[in-house]
């Protein structure tokens, strides 16, 4: 069968929480504490553990610039054909290596909500970044455009289920549930700055 095609690379980063030695407090430096990893979007292997190995990553609280300095070096350094290794040199980072793998090759699981509110069930991301109430319907259609299939998440790596090309969700499409989407999608008209004038005229008149 032929390999589908390839995404382009894109970079994926974290800025974890660093706890600063007094002595690197006191130098009054700001620090680079970016992480990152390069990966294809349409690539289940090894991108998606690569992408959960960064969402670990960004939650483990590095004592001082140097645990951190040499954690980036190994973990930047080929981490497709080493990521094993990376993980089991880094127990503080990643945990004992049989919990991390679970978490690194979690199941596929169909995706909380109908798109294009879905969001990842492991860590809440918006799989399409469109945000209920927030997002206005040209940049929605935009956004579903740029990631029309959606195979990992982009925060934490975990894997969609798909029926068949269909994104799999957890919600039923209730009638109920739609027109409460379609609220969302076209806000209530907010009056306008001439509806305003007009209303404080009125009201003047009186
Ligand atoms: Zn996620």
Wanted: charged residues 25%; glycine residues 6%.
């Amino acid at each position: 069968m032929a390999d589908k095609q390839k995404s382009p690379w894109t970079l994926l980063s974290v800025n974890p929480h660093v706890n600063l030695t007094v002595s690197e407090i006191e130098s009054g430096l700001s620090f680079d504490t970016r992480l990152t990893v390069r990966v294809r979007l349409n690539s289940d292997y090894p991108d998606s553990v690569l992408a959960c190995m960064l969402w670990m990553a960004g939650r483990y609280v590095f004592n001082g610039m140097e645990e951190l300095d040499t954690f980036r070096d190994d973990f930047e350094n080929h981490p497709s054909q080493r990521w094993q290794g990376i993980i089991d040199q880094w127990p503080l980072v990643f945990g004992p290596t049989e919990t991390a793998l679970k978490k690194l090759f979690a199941s596929a699981k169909p995706a909380v909500k109908r798109p294009p509110w879905s969001k990842c069930p492991r860590c809440g991301a918006a799989i399409f970044g469109c945000v209920e109430g927030m997002t206005d319907i040209e940049e929605i259609e935009r956004l579903l455009k740029n990631t029309p299939a959606p195979y990992w998440c982009r925060s934490c790596g975990q894997r969609f289920k798909f029926t068949g090309n269909w994104l799999s969700c957890t919600d039923e499409f209730t009638v109920e549930e739609t027109i409460e989407s379609i609220k969302h999608v076209f806000p209530t008209q907010q009056p306008s700055f001439d509806t305003l004038q007009i209303e404080a005229g009125e009201e003047h008149d009186d």
